[in-house]
Nanobody, 121 residues
Framework: QVQLVESGGGLVQAGGSLRLSCAAS????????MGWFRQAPGKEREFVAA????????RYADSVKARFTISRDNAKNTVYLQMNSLKPEDTAVYYC??????????????WGQGTQVTVSS
């Protein structure tokens, strides 16, 4: 079993930056691929980024490529999402997920509660 807790969301102006953190409990964290998703009001949950267990492979949604960076620190049981050059369309609840490498939220077994990111224009 893995429990995930996100933090770091907030309100930021367009062009600004935020860093989200996802702290995991459970001894299997270091062996799990991890992902970030987001969901805006009235929209489906969409893939943002994913990272393999050792950080050896990373993938991003086209909409965030070159602006967002996913990373992990297995010693701290934490995965991060550095978000730069934020746009109003990045506004959403951001979720951390564990257990898969794919881009569909249906593939992931474990989810955090989400953290709100609001980007003002």
């Amino acid at each position: 079993q893995v429990q995930l807790v996100e933090s770091g969301g907030g309100l930021v102006q367009a062009g600004g930056s935020l860093r989200l953190s996802c702290a995991a409990s459970g001894r299997t964290f270091s062996s799990l691929p991890m992902g970030w998703f987001r969901q805006a009001p009235g929209k489906e949950r969409e893939f943002v980024a994913a990272i393999t267990w050792n950080g050896g492979a990373i993938r991003y949604a086209d909409s965030v490529k070159a602006r967002f960076t996913i990373s992990r620190d297995n010693a701290k049981n934490t995965v991060y999402l550095q978000m730069n050059s934020l746009k109003p369309e990045d506004t959403a609840v951001y979720y951390c997920a564990a257990g898969a490498w794919g881009t569909s939220h249906r593939e992931y077994a474990y989810w955090g509660q989400g953290t709100q990111v609001t980007v003002s224009s």
